[in-house]
């Protein structure tokens, strides 16, 4: 169990940060692979048996892991290069908060650790939206969703997108920022 802690997989982090997304990513590419429409989807729901639930929960882990890869290079090269512009010590309180050491853990520190884990949730999220949203153009292409067009577009297209783009620029960005905040009070608190 001590490997577990180690690489910090709790079960939570796993299944908020990694299943949940990449859930939400494979979805309509699921419906296409399993030749399902939205009618017998609730059928489909009841046929489902255990080894077929635990290869679904394998695929969306891993494409969970690989959209949190996606999440992380979003965040080092967008917040990261918005951040160095705002603020010129951005780098260096960076170096100065991974050399800190406690010998008790502050406050700060589990309050910084609660943000990360937001953060890379709705960067997930956001990411695995869009993907799901390329997975409804396919499943679209192939099969006709009985919806009002106008509905269609909205719910399948323009809701995902939208919910999306606020999770980049607006809440991923305001706790890459509050990140920054924290990790600077740190460092001037704790720095020797």
């Known amino acids: 169990m001590e490997k577990l802690t180690s690489l910090n997989l709790s079960f939570d982090r796993v299944l908020i940060q990694l299943v949940i ?3 939400i990513a494979m979805f309509p590419y699921l419906l296409v692979f399993t030749d399902v429409e939205f009618k017998s989807l609730a059928t489909q729901f009841q ?3 255990t080894l077929s639930t635990l ?3 394998l695929v969306a882990l ?5 959209i949190e890869n996606i999440g992380s290079r979003i965040e080092v090269y967008y917040y990261d290069w ?3 512009k705002r603020h010129v010590d951005y780098e260096l309180i960076w170096e ?3 050399q800190l050491s406690y010998e008790n853990e502050p406050i700060g520190q589990r309050y910084l650790r609660n943000i990360l884990f937001r ?9 695995a939206l869009l993907i799901m949203v390329i997975g409804f153009g396919v499943y679209e292409s192939l099969y006709t969703i009985w919806l009002h067009p106008a509905i269609k577009v909205l719910a399948l297209y323009l809701f995902p997108l939208g919910i999306s783009a606020y999770l980049i ?3 991923g960005w305001s706790s890459s920022r509050v990140l920054h905040g924290t990790r600077k009070l740190l460092v001037d608190k704790y720095q020797v």
């Open 21 to 23: 997304p990449g859930l």
């Open 119 to 127: 953060m890379k949730f709705e960067l997930s999220t956001a990411i």
């Open 62 to 66: 891993i494409t969970g892991i690989m």
């Open 96 to 98: 100065q908060y991974l």
């Open 47 to 49: 046929e489902i048996n």
């Open 82 to 84: 918005r951040q160095k």
């Open 55 to 57: 290869v679904v929960i």
């Open 169 to 171: 620029f607006l809440e």
